[in-house]
């Protein structure tokens, strides 16, 4: 079965470091998008991507964060210079249809 | 501003018997209402939906259940199984806003044996 996969599993960085979580989604879906879980907390949504374009983001997605889909395959997540609050997992999710959405493994994230 | 709210952090349940998974949400513009499940080191698994023009859907040992006026739902899990342990999650969007799901902060739920 199709599956969405995320590399790394676990990304350390230094505070104030760049990251780019990568995230390969489901071969014919259209719709990309990154949320987060903060240690103990809710998932959050972040951005949503459509037709090589944000189509929705929330307010945790500030200038320092960014996305890409360079590729017909890969959809990034780019953390321009990264906080101690960056700190979660970042799952990736896709669907081909809006709503229904399939998620990633995820990946931690730690900022020291 | 937690607009999807489960205010049950854990609940445990004997192998075979119901378990009952509620949420309780504040926007009135939501329309369609989503569980998921997830076990640890691994992203949430989409288990079921339910659209606001519908009060029950049911597929297999799941169903959800819809209280429009109560802002109320609940996912139940009959009977209940050990691969049933993980995080419940209860999700919703908004009409006309498709890309975005809200989250509530999830139940751990235990199959007991």
């Known amino acids: 079965e199709p599956e969405v996969t995320q590399t790394p599993s676990h990304q350390v960085t230094q505070m104030g470091q760049e990251v780019i979580l990568r995230c390969v989604p489901i071969s014919n879906h259209l719709y990309f998008y990154w949320y987060r879980q903060i240690l103990g907390q809710k998932v959050e949504f972040l951005v949503s991507?459509?037709?090589?374009?944000?189509?929705?983001k929330s307010e945790i997605f500030d200038d320092q964060f960014s996305v890409e889909r360079p590729d017909g395959s890969n959809f990034t997540l780019k953390i321009r210079s990264t906080k101690l609050e960056d700190s979660a997992m970042y799952f990736c999710?896709?669907?081909?249809?809006?709503?229904?959405?399939?998620f990633g493994p995820g990946t931690r994230l730690t900022v020291l | 501003d937690q607009q999807v709210k489960q205010n049950s952090p854990s609940l445990s349940v004997q192998e075979g018997r119901i378990s009952i998974l509620n949420c309780d949400y504040t926007?009135?513009?939501?329309?369609?209402f989503l569980w998921y499940k997830k076990y640890p080191a691994e992203g949430p698994t989409f288990l079921i939906s339910?659209?606001?023009?519908?009060d029950k859907n049911e597929d297999g040992r799941f169903t959800v259940f819809l209280n429009k006026s109560a802002k109320h739902l609940s996912l139940h899990i009959v009977p209940s199984q050990p691969g049933d342990s993980a995080v419940y999650f209860c999700a919703a969007k908004e009409t006309n806003r498709d890309d975005k799901i809200i989250f509530g902060k999830g139940t751990r739920l235990h199959i007991l044996p």
């Open positions: 339910i659209s606001s023009i519908k």
């Open positions: 991507f459509y037709n090589n374009e944000i189509s929705e």
């Open positions: 999710a896709s669907s081909y249809k809006p709503v229904t959405q399939y």
């Open positions: 926007n009135s513009m939501f329309d369609y």
